[in-house]
Every structure is written in structure tokens, then in C-alpha cells.
């Protein structure tokens, strides 16, 4: 990939969870991308960040976004960075859960052993993590499941933003929309704030949902407002035809009568957002595979069209 084109991804990445400030960033044409430089990293740590994001496939600035807000690329004073754990169990100059590095720890240095304090072998884990998680084609899910929190993504691209530099990022790549319109920008925003709440039905936030109440609240916060079941959400329509979805749309399951019975976000093609049912929390989920899909619908339309 390009340092354009990586560039632009990363700003289209970014535009989404902002919410109600980019959206309106969206329909002026510009998303006010941030300019920055890489000057701040430590030349160790940068030369770690570039190599491990080639191995990987990650981009390198997103990294080194992880690693300027985990631990200021190692120079952080914070229990857990250079030695011992966090009062949350993370270490490291990448912060790793010992559970997470069991399975992602690497030695990337070749020196025998996989060190969670060593940025040779931290960097590529966390690359290698990533990977695992999505990158690069959702960054947003990726570094969402590095710390469950829509804060924390923003902050992490925002450094990234910076570190692509002001000779790469230019005001046309950033004026790209991150969603087909505004509102499908919001509907997706709002559902990815909410990433982590436990469901429980009948609730409609803003601690809990169910699967239509996240729904219809997240296009409430759109400017749209829906029925409150998801068989009636189903109604309102208009429909779309399967595989030309897009993110913001409601990709709706058959329940055991037959009709729609459950509701989700699509986010990415074949991929949703949802409440799945009692004892699970709001998540990313797939729903390509799925043999209980019964169709997707457009509710921005009614916006779109006024």
C-alpha cells in the first residue's frame, strides 16, 4: 500500500466514531484532518514500529499510535511499563494483558524469548494482534479490541493521524467520506459507542440494550426515528437488496416463527454490530455465514429523500 493510500485510510478510518462533529465535518466536505510528525518517537522505536507494520500488514502510524498512548514509546514512569503489571494486569510498553500475550506474545528480536517489557518483541506482538483482530481491514474493530473503548480508538487514530506526516496527508484525502451519507455515518458512530454494554431485554440505553432498542436509538441519534420492535423496524423498510448493503443499513434474522425477530448494524459487508441476547454485551459479529437472514433495509432513505 501507498503512504497516499494508507493516508487515506487511516482519515477514513477516524471520520466514523466522531459522531455528530464529523458527520457535519462529512456534508461541508472535509473531515479536518490533523497534520502531524513523527518526530517524537524515539528512533529505536520508530524503526520497531515501521518493520513490524510491514511484516504485518499493519500501518506502521497506528502502531506507533498505540505506543504513544500506552506508554509515550516506552518513556512513560507508569507501574507495568518497565516492569511488573498495572492495577488492570497490563505490561509492557504495549500494555499487554498476560492472558493476550500468552497467545500474541513473539520474540521478535531472535534472542530466544518472548519479553512483554522488550519493544523488539512488543511492537510485533501487538502488530500481530491487530492482524488477528481485523487489521487492516477494520482498524476501528482491531484497535477496539485492544482496549474496549470508543475513547481510547479515537485517541489511538488521532495519533496516527499525526505521525502520517503533512506531506502525505492532503485536505482531498480527508474530505472522503467514511460512510455513504451522514446519517449512516451517525447510525454507525452511536452503535460503536456502545460496544460493550450487556444486553437486556427491553432496554433502550443508555446502560443496556436489546436488539432493537440499540437500533432505534442509534437512529434517533441520526435524526431518525423508528419503531421500537424489530419485526416493525422490518416493516418501515425500505428494503435492500442482499450484497447491496452498506454500513448503516439494519440486517434483520428470522426468528423461530419465521418473521423478523432480531435486528443488527451492519458495519462492514458482512458484518454487524448487534445485541445478541441476555448475558452477551453489544458486539461485532458476522452475519455473512448465517442461514437465518432474512433481509436489509434503509431507514436513512426516508432522510435521504426528504
Avoid at 460493550?196 to 433502550?204: C, T
Avoid at 419465521?258 to 448494524?265: F, K, W
Wanted: some cysteine; hydrophobic content about 40%; glycine content about 14%.
Amino acid at each position: 500500500m501507498s503512504a497516499r493510500l494508507l493516508a487515506a485510510a487511516v482519515c477514513l478510518v477516524i471520520a466514523v466514531p466522531l459522531g455528530l462533529v464529523l458527520a457535519v465535518s462529512v456534508l461541508s466536505g472535509s473531515a479536518g484532518c490533523a497534520q502531524g510528525q513523527s518526530g517524537d518517537i524515539p528512533p529505536d522505536y520508530l524503526r520497531l514500529y515501521q518493520q513490524a507494520g510491514q511484516a504485518y500488514g499493519i500501518p506502521w502510524q497506528v502502531l506507533a499510535g498505540i505506543g504513544k498512548a500506552e506508554s509515550d514509546h516506552g518513556r512513560g514512569a507508569a507501574v507495568g511499563i518497565h516492569n511488573g503489571a498495572n492495577h488492570a494486569g497490563a505490561m509492557g510498553p504495549m500494555q499487554f494483558l498476560g492472558s493476550t500475550w500468552t497467545t500474541y506474545g513473539v520474540d521478535g528480536n531472535g534472542d530466544g524469548r518472548a519479553n512483554v517489557y522488550d519493544p523488539a518483541d512488543a511492537i510485533p506482538s501487538a502488530a500481530k494482534y491487530l492482524e488477528a483482530s481485523g487489521a487492516p481491514g477494520d482498524l476501528y474493530r482491531a484497535i477496539w479490541r485492544y482496549n474496549h473503548a470508543d475513547w481510547y480508538v479515537r485517541r489511538v487514530l488521532d495519533f496516527a493521524r499525526g505521525y502520517s506526516g503533512s506531506a502525505v496527508v492532503g485536505e482531498e484525502l480527508c474530505a472522503l467520506p467514511a460512510a455513504p451519507s451522514a446519517v449512516a455515518g451517525r447510525v454507525v458512530a452511536y452503535a460503536r459507542m456502545q460496544l460493550g454494554k450487556p444486553y437486556v431485554w427491553g432496554a433502550e440505553g443508555p446502560g443496556s440494550f436489546d436488539c432493537s432498542g440499540l437500533t432505534m436509538r442509534a437512529y434517533q441519534y441520526a435524526g431518525i426515528l423508528l419503531p421500537r420492535v424489530a419485526a416493525d423496524q422490518w416493516r418501515q423498510g425500505p428494503a435492500v437488496v442482499r450484497g447491496q448493503e452498506q454500513p448503516g443499513d439494519l440486517v434483520f434474522m428470522r426468528s423461530g416463527a419465521g418473521g423478523p425477530g432480531h435486528v443488527g448494524i451492519v458495519v462492514a459487508p458482512g458484518e454487524m454490530i448487534h445485541a445478541p441476547r441476555t448475558g452477551d454485551v453489544v458486539r461485532y459479529a458476522s452475519y455473512s455465514a448465517r442461514s437465518d437472514v432474512a433481509g436489509f433495509t434503509r431507514p436513512a432513505l426516508s432522510w435521504e429523500k426528504r
